[in-house]
């Protein structure tokens, strides 16, 4: 029903940054939620950043006080502002619906893929 394309991946050192885009077909927050996911390698997606159209958010331990999750909704657009970026972060993002994900039914875009290394 609605496409999300994610962005904004790439290499970067250790300490650094990289902003991800998360830009939907249409009304972004058609669910009441918007979240950012990574796939490290050999794992499940996990969630790491959540927002509502409200502007609630909430972030994984592991990602809380480097990570900021943001909306814009006249735009479609949700963002994932990353900074000190460690080696670990290293994954693949992609941009979802929770509660969607959370009933097992949920299509998923290619990702972008974020890559932190010396």
């Known amino acids: 029903q609605v496409q999300l394309v994610e962005s904004g991946g790439g290499l970067v050192q250790p300490g650094g940054s990289l902003r991800l885009s998360c830009e939907a077909s249409r009304n972004i927050f058609v669910s009441d939620s918007m979240g950012w996911y990574l796939q490290a390698p050999g794992k499940e997606r996990e969630l790491v950043a959540g927002?509502?159209?409200?502007?609630?958010?909430n972030y994984a331990d592991s990602v809380r006080g480097r990570f900021t999750i943001a909306r814009d909704i006249a735009k479609n657009m949700v963002y994932l502002q990353m900074n000190s970026l460690k080696p670990e972060d290293t994954a693949v993002y992609y941009c979802?619906?929770?509660?969607?994900?959370?009933?097992?039914?949920?299509?998923w875009g290619q990702g972008t893929k974020d890559t932190v290394s010396s």
């Open positions: 927002i509502t159209r409200h502007g609630s958010t």
């Open positions: 979802n619906y929770p509660v969607v994900v959370g009933r097992g039914s949920t299509n």
